[in-house]
């Protein structure tokens, strides 16, 4: 079963800076299958990026992804304070197929 | 709007079994896949188990596969997860979400209910 590893496991930054927030895979994931969740406390978790750099419909465009193979970023360019909460990536593959999730990137205001 | 309203959390003994179900409103639910998430307390999302639209695809995390059984019923657009064997490793909130087909037997997760707590405690 393919791990996702994400770093930092928190990350401290100001309104307006710019947070990077890294997600390795033990094994290759195919772009198709990358996906980013952002996850903010007593709210459903909501759905960023798929296949790697697609962002979903109503995601500002501050958000950003990339990467192939086991490195894959998210990108959040001038936070804003709503941007404050928890990040996950998430892959898909395997025989039989499963979703992991990385243990999450909590960004907080510093 | 799109809403997905989980309910049938509560305590339950370990060994024991409970049904959740997760009522769809404001979209076609025959024509999407459909998961349930968990996430412990203080812990991370965990993926537990998905359903294609046509019920047709099933997958299972392995720390679930033989006690917790994922199914539909379109008719009345309800997802739901029957849990039995219940473990204390299985206390969590249970959420569903609902999703896109963009490639042949993978499902995204584009929409997400508010969860239901599962507490399992003797």
């Known amino acids: 079963e393919t791990v996702l590893t994400q770093s930092p496991g928190t990350l401290s930054l100001s309104p307006g800076e710019r947070a990077t927030i890294s997600c390795r895979a033990s094994?290759?994931?195919?772009?198709?299958?990358l996906a980013w969740f952002q996850h903010k406390t007593g709210q459903p978790p909501r759905l960023l990026i798929s296949?790697?750099?697609t962002r979903a419909t109503g995601v500002p465009d501050r958000f950003s992804g990339s990467g192939s193979g086991t490195d894959f970023t998210l990108t959040i360019s001038n936070l804003e304070p709503e941007d404050f909460a928890v990040y996950y990536c998430?892959?898909?593959?395997?025989?039989?197929?499963?979703?992991?999730f990385g243990q999450g990137t909590k960004v907080d205001i510093k | 709007q799109v809403q997905l309203v989980e309910s049938g959390g509560g305590v339950v003994k370990p060994g024991g079994s409970l049904r959740l179900s997760c009522a769809a409103s404001?979209?076609?639910?025959?024509?999407?896949?459909m998961h349930w998430i968990r996430q412990a307390p203080g812990k991370g999302l965990e993926w537990v188990a998905t359903?294609?639209?046509?019920?047709?695809?099933?997958y299972y995390a392995d720390s679930v596969k033989g006690r917790l059984f994922i199914y539909r019923d379109n008719s009345k657009n309800t997802l739901y997860l029957q849990m039995n064997s219940l473990r204390g490793d299985d206390t969590a909130t249970y959420h569903c979400?609902?999703?896109?087909?963009?490639?042949?037997?993978?499902?995204?997760?584009?929409?997400w209910g508010r969860g239901t707590l599962v507490i399992v405690s003797s």
């Open positions: 296949g790697t750099s």
């Open positions: 359903m294609s639209d046509d019920g047709n695809n099933r």
């Open positions: 979400a609902g999703g896109r087909m963009p490639w042949s037997g993978y499902y995204l997760q584009d929409f």
């Open positions: 094994q290759s994931v195919a772009n198709a299958y």
């Open positions: 998430q892959q898909f593959g395997g025989s039989p197929p499963v979703y992991t």
């Open positions: 404001g979209f076609t639910f025959s024509n999407f896949a």
